[in-house]
């Protein structure tokens, strides 16, 4: 790898070309629920193409385009293909500037550590490349011989991405030390730091604590976390712990992080096992940002909260209900790529 070579991991509020959706069908988990989850992807859909151009990828187009009805297609493109799940966020391709330039990352995705099926998904952005769909001035980069998904980095754009050890650091995907484990990702990434996460969990999470569902950049020096404050709730020590260690990072200028608590959702369960809610989970989009809702008032304290940390942005609602039922939420089930016009 030419380590001359100058590289940037774009942060989420970088001006993006396109989001990809995966979409469900009858062939996945939410065989069981599909005009449930159908229902809240459509809702993603189309606010989503308020802001800019959509990718879906899916098994059907006509059935999916039947889902949409009378939705606008002209900002979406869809790209047939057989699917295992919908997790677009670790399955989709990973977006770095190389000396500008726009690269694709195709890492292996190994279904959270070989926990379900992912023979399907594992090949979707190098088919993507196949059908043409990043366009000539993007590069396909392989990336394969490491395990990462979106939903476990995140970047403030400047050299510093935020992570958890626990997914990381997982037996069933990389297995190695921590300290080669941080030397890839720099080299990967042209880091100047990793901030690493000791604690920190929700119940019900299959991805080992992904930091998406925990702690978020929202601009160079701002998180937005999770801050549990019933003392009775079997959250509150380990995200204490979290909010402690997000308290001692420091920025290169040796100043500490902006930090944003947003609550803690009311606690959600099916068949008795509690869900992996968070308001955590958003999606910043060009001029906007979606954040998942939980049928509670705490979802009105969380968009104000959010407003604090994008104050010039649109916070949207969209109610992710659907979407923890198969324990993620919204930000897991969309990949941005950057480089568009607004």
């Not at 988990?29 to 879906?56: G, P, Q, T």
């Not at 930090?259 to 803690?264: A, D, G, R, T, V």
């Amino acid at each position: 790898m030419n380590t001359n070579t100058s590289k940037i991991l774009p942060p989420e509020w970088a001006e993006q070309q396109f989001v990809q959706l995966t979409w469900p069908h009858e062939g996945t988990d939410w065989a069981y629920m599909l005009d449930e989850v159908n229902a809240c992807f459509v809702n993603i859909a189309r606010e989503i193409i308020k802001h800019e151009n959509l990718l879906i990828v899916c098994n059907d187009t006509d059935e999916v385009e039947q889902w949409l009805g009378d939705t606008d297609l002209s900002r979406i493109t869809f790209a047939e293909m057989p699917t295992n799940d919908t997790w677009a966020r670790d399955h989709g391709g990973i977006s770095v500037l190389e000396d500008g330039k726009p690269m694709v990352y195709d890492f292996t995705f190994n279904g959270w550590g070989m926990k379900f099926a992912a023979n399907y998904d594992n090949q979707i952005t190098r088919n993507l490349f196949k059908a043409g769909i990043f366009g000539a001035e993007t590069e396909y980069k392989n990336c394969l011989d490491f395990v990462l998904e979106g939903g476990s980095i995140e970047s403030n754009g400047e050299g510093i991405v935020l992570t958890t050890a626990e997914c990381l650091l997982s037996e069933n995907r990389n297995n190695k030390p921590k300290e080669e484990i941080e030397n890839h990702l720099k080299e990967l990434f042209g880091l100047k730091q990793v901030l690493w996460l000791n604690s920190g969990y929700l119940a019900g999470d299959d991805t080992d604590s992904h930091v998406d569902t925990l702690a978020r950049f929202c601009s160079v020096d701002t998180i937005a976390y999770v801050k549990c404050e019933d003392e009775t709730d079997e959250h509150f020590e380990a995200l204490k712990a979290m909010e402690l260690e997000l308290q001692s990072f420091k920025t290169p200028k040796g100043k500490p992080y902006n930090l944003i608590p947003l609550p803690m959702t009311d606690v959600v369960y099916e068949q008795d096992k509690r869900l992996p809610a968070t308001y955590a989970n958003f999606l910043i989009v060009n001029g906007a940002v979606l954040m998942p809702t939980y049928h509670s008032p705490k979802d009105e304290i969380a968009r104000q909260q959010m407003q604090k940390a994008f104050p010039n942005r649109e916070i949207v609602g969209i109610d992710c209900m659907a979407l923890i039922k198969q324990h993620g939420s919204l930000h897991c089930v969309t990949m941005q790529y950057p480089g568009g016009k607004e």
